[in-house]
């Protein structure tokens, strides 16, 4: 099937599912993958490291002639020069998380770029919106990584934004494949996001052990971490992150010393894996061309099998 709508438009690709820009994983090897299955791959800044981000842009465009955009994480990314950084890149997307949407989106949507911005309450949707922002990541609290610290779920979060504003959605959080992407269109968006599908997937660049424990994991398996201050995360059970939760130990101090291990070590115990709660719902590591078009026929038939339970008599 082909889908028509203004997530497609605007972002130049075939199919309304955008990769989450998760800190250190979304690079040109994931990305590529996803852009090359004709969805939006995105190369992530949160990690900081803008020379090495400059170089997997740059991979990019070895890697894949189909369109990609650049996220801005406004906490992390603190380079007074960041919207030069990216017009420079020439990508015609980016998507802004982590902060105040009017600091930057003026000036990107003055050099031509779209801008969609992540969102975790009908509060910060109305702000984005005034800020002039192209269209919305509603992030549901069950997605994995930085959250609010009072989580609304998908369920409830995307139609209450939806009721609001006319800007397209991008639905985060919950999403893993056709049915969950099905209900995020009938809830009012236009395209969904994928973050823990895509950490588990075969172009994935974290360890094995990480992608082992999503597809093990039960619903359940998640820990909300920092639950009422902030900042929040939604990470993987585990022995370290059960502390983490009950209050002992630094979680940002927990999280930021054991990247390198966790994510390509595959030491689960020495950081924290930030994972969403559908990781109960993924039991196989797939590639990223078989999640896309994998998703694209079960939202098809999910679609048909509701039309066809309609009584039009």
Partial sequence: MKFDNRVTRMLGVDTPIMQAPMGWIARSQLASAVSNAGAMGIIETSSGELDAIRNEIALMRQLTDKPFGVNVALAFVRDPDIVDFVVEQGVSFVSTSAGDPHKLTASLKDAGLTVFHVVPTLRAAM???????DGLIVEGGEGGGFKGPRPVSSLVLVPLIRSRVDVP????????????MAAAFALGAEGVQMGTRMVSSAESPVHENWKRAITGAAETDTVFINAGAGPCLRALRTTTSEALEAGEGEAMATLAGGVKQVYFDGDLEAGIALTGQVAGRIDEVKTVADIITDTVREYAAAVEDLAAQLDRS
Avoid: H, L, M
Avoid at 169 to 180: E, H, L, Q, T
């Fill in 127 to 133: 702000k984005a919106v005034d800020a002039g922002v």
């Fill in 169 to 180: 959605i991008i639905a985060a959080g919950g999403i893993a494949d056709g049915v969950s």
